[in-house]
């Protein structure tokens, strides 16, 4: 499962598909949410975009990005305290939200995009407009993928309800 999840994430960066809408968000999310095992919760996500990042490539504000992932798996952390689809959806907006205030302050604050003063940081905000739509589509669409694929799995067998996805360290 967990090889399965990384190469959806790495693979849903690498092919063809609207930017900003990966599955990346999700999967930390998921795994936030369902991984026993903290240090894999936080490993499945950021090795996906580590790895996808060899190929699309570093940018000056990679560590924000990934920090940012982090925080999400932070928010499943939250989700798991009591699961339910309200939650869920709110961490997956949430999600994007933090991405969008966090990543677009980078790029405004590191490159040389956009003047550093307040309407240049409003450009490049509304500028991104377009990529933050795109992340609350991907966030919602593969979150209710993997928490319902799994919601179903757990329906169907009942032992996923009695052990955890990921039980080792």
């Known amino acids: 499962m967990l090889a399965t999840m990384l190469l959806a994430a790495v693979a849903s960066r690498l092919i063809p598909h609207p930017p900003n809408f990966t599955a990346i968000g999700a999967i930390a ?48 952390f939250w989700v798991r305290r009591r699961r339910s689809v309200q939650r869920i959806a709110a961490a997956a907006i949430a999600s994007a939200i933090l991405f969008f205030v966090l990543t677009n302050f980078g790029v405004w604050a590191i490159e ?5 003063t307040p309407t240049g940081l409003l450009a490049c905000y509304v500028a991104a407009i377009p990529f933050l739509q795109n992340m609350f589509a991907g966030n919602l669409f593969f979150s209710a993928l993997l928490f319902g694929a799994f919601a179903l799995a757990e329906n169907r067998f ?3 309800r009695e052990l955890p996805v990921c039980s080792h360290a």
């Not at 095992?37 to 975009?49: D, E």
């Not at 040389?112 to 550093?116: A, F, G, I």
């Open 29 to 76: 999310l998921f795994g936030g949410a369902q991984f026993s095992s903290k240090r894999i919760a936080f490993l499945v996500p950021l090795a996906g975009l580590a790895l996808s990042d060899l190929v699309i490539g570093f940018y000056a504000i990679t560590p924000l990005i990934y920090g940012c992932f982090a925080l999400t798996v932070c928010l499943g």
């Open 112 to 116: 040389n995009l956009y003047p550093k």
């Open 158 to 160: 009942i032992q996923l």
